[in-house]
């Protein structure tokens, strides 16, 4: 499925808003469901929100609801995981990834078989 990169991470005051992409070096991702993991230290990595090809479904983890949306555009091969009101506990290495089903959204980082290698999210005074 080609290449993930990431970007868009960087320092954040508490309340404001970041928005990640991942941008996939292959077309073929656009076949795949995709979905956003994080990474605190010290932690194990957690999904954070998912999308399937079309866009139909999306899922999140409840910590995000209503906070983060996930969306893509096929056309230019991007993921985007637009983060408003952003608190300190969203602190961690944000991870795109690419799935082995086209239109079931897993929760599990087992069921992703490509992954980008991270971007930074900093909540902080």
């Known amino acids: 499925q080609g290449q993930l990169v990431e970007s868009g991470g960087g320092l954040v005051q508490p309340g404001g808003s970041l928005r990640l992409s991942c941008v996939a070096s292959?077309?073929?991702?656009?076949?795949?469901?995709m979905a956003w993991f994080r990474q605190a230290p010290e932690k194990g990595r957690e999904f954070v929100a998912g999308?399937?090809?079309?866009?139909?479904?999306?899922k999140y983890t409840d910590s995000v609801k209503g906070r983060f949306t996930i969306s893509r555009d096929n056309a230019k091969n991007t993921l985007y995981l637009q983060m408003n009101n952003l608190k300190p506990e969203d602190t961690a290495v944000y991870f795109c990834?690419?799935?082995?089903?086209?239109?079931?959204?897993?929760?599990?980082?087992?069921?992703?078989?490509?992954w980008g290698q991270g971007t930074q999210v900093t909540v902080s005074s």
């Open positions: 292959e077309p073929t991702v656009n076949a795949a469901c």
């Open positions: 990834a690419s799935s082995r089903f086209a239109g079931y959204v897993s929760f599990d980082a087992n069921d992703y078989v490509n």
């Open positions: 999308i399937s090809r079309t866009e139909v479904i999306t």
